[in-house]
């Protein structure tokens, strides 16, 4: 024998000899496979939450509105409904809830659905409840309260009262003011 052999320099091996081929077991070399499928699942899902987040978050607060208006000239603008009115509530005045001296004069028009017969009845049958509703809200209301700038909310809350504490079976689809006369008494 020769003196490197006895030393075993190398470890044991000896030059030249095939290495035997470790055992590995299952788990062991399945686990940094799925870890790493896990890491992938995770990092698209965490992705995919910002991508939708920071996309709302646009759509909410930037960029352009959503829905549009329609210019009123455009011949691309759907016809109007028509409706049929209910004029014989009159003209009413009343003093406003200021403590000086304000009256309104008011003369309703209602729209309800065109040949609603139901609708025409009940309206015409309630006509002095009609006068005696108008009388009471425009007595509780201030002048400050029946400006021009105020008219939509006015035909808005009236229409809303009717529809819901007043009528059973008439709908109003359209409130109008053919006067609405704000004066100060002196």
């Known amino acids: 024998m020769s ?3 006895e030393l075993d320099l190398d470890g044991g091996e ?10 590995s077991s299952g788990l062991g070399a ?13 990092a ?9 987040v920071v996309t709302f978050g646009i759509m909410q607060k930037g960029g352009k509105p959503q829905t549009s208006t329609v210019d009123p000239t455009s011949p691309y603008l759907g016809t109007r409904p028509e ?13 406003t809830s200021d403590t000086t001296n304000y009256s309104v004069t008011v003369n309703m028009i209602l729209g309800y659905d065109l040949g609603n017969n139901a609708a025409q ?9 009609l006068r005696d509703f108008v009388r009471t809200y425009f007595s509780r209301k201030s002048a400050a309260e029946l ?40």
């Open 14 to 23: 000896t030059p030249g000899a095939a290495s035997p081929a470790k055992k």
């Open 3 to 5: 003196d490197s052999d």
């Open 83 to 95: 409706y049929a009115y209910y004029t014989l509530i009159g003209p009413v005045t009343v003093r």
């Open 121 to 129: 009845t009940e309206l015409t049958q309630r006509q002095y409840e």
């Open 44 to 52: 698209a899902a965490i992705f995919i939450v910002v991508v939708v």
């Open 30 to 42: 399945l686990l940094p496979n799925i870890l790493k499928f896990v890491a992938i699942g995770l």
């Open 147 to 186: 400006t021009p700038d105020n008219d939509t909310k006015l035909k808005n809350d009236i229409r809303e009262i009717l529809n819901t504490r007043f009528l059973d079976k008439a709908k109003i689809r359209v409130v109008l003011f053919n006067q609405l006369d704000v004066m100060e008494q002196m």
